[in-house]
């Protein structure tokens, strides 16, 4: 299988394309895995000083002046994977999930966002083994970012949600359990840190650039 090295560098739209419809996976940069693991370390750090953090020792939005007891922690993040995966309609077709989850391992490669390395290491196994979230096209809120949409993608990681493997629908537990793997305990600060992002409207945008692209390029063959 061929693999995209996925870094701190930019991405073009070709390996993009590569991921999502031809088969192609994707591994992690050294300096990616490092940035990662310093990242969580400070995080790790943050969180045994008892420092007030949005989103991982508070709650949410409204709720952000609720501190959040060190026992609760790990919920508070499974909860808002749950509590986000509201999204109707139609899935999403697979070359768009699988565009999705690319560029969400991107931007964790980055080693900005506070998760552990296993966290991102899971997302890449499951997109490696073709295992496919089910992802609902409505939901997104656009300018708050993909919250409804990257939330049922990373419900499979947890052993929730729906996914398609081998053909068949499935629950994010069953696909699990065909590729041999457990379902990943969240620890403090990562379910936020899955779903903030705009990788849907990216994926989509990315995917839909590509295609004009290449019909720009027959137009001119064609007329030549």
């Known amino acids: 299988m061929r693999q995209i090295v996925l ?8 390996d993009l394309v590569a991921v999502a419809a031809k088969g192609a996976g994707v591994r992690l940069a050294k300096e990616s895995k490092e940035r990662i693991i310093k990242c969580r370390a400070l995080v790790d750090k ?3 000083e008892g420092r007030i953090i949005y989103g ?3 709650g949410f939005g409204a709720l952000s002046d ?25 899935e999403l077709d697979a070359d768009a999930v699988r565009a999705m989850m690319t560029l969400r391992i991107k931007d964790l490669a980055r080693g900005h966002s506070g998760v552990r390395l296993i966290t991102v290491q899971r997302l890449i196994e499951l997109l490696n083994r073709g295992i496919v979230p089910a992802v609902p096209e409505k939901g997104s809120v656009g300018a708050s970012g993909d919250l409804a949409p990257l939330a049922h993608m990373c419900l499979v990681l947890i052993g929730r949600g729906e996914a398609f493997y081998d053909g068949h629908r499935m ?12 379902p990943l305990e969240l620890e403090a600060a990562e379910g936020l840190a899955l779903v903030n992002g705009t ?3 990216t994926a989509i945008g990315g995917l839909a650039a590509y295609d004009a692209a290449q019909l720009c390029k027959l137009a001119d063959i064609a007329a030549a």
Do not use: F
């Open 46 to 48: 943050w969180l045994r």
């Open 171 to 182: 629950s994010g537990a069953q696909a699990l359990s065909r590729c041999g793997m457990e």
């Open 66 to 90: 609720v501190k959040i007891p060190a026992q609760a922690a790990v919920l508070l993040q499974q909860n808002i994977l749950l509590s986000h995966s509201s999204g109707v309609g139609d």
């Open 199 to 201: 990788q849907m409207s």
């Open 7 to 14: 870094g701190v560098d930019g991405m073009s739209l070709e």
């Open 56 to 58: 991982v020792t508070t």
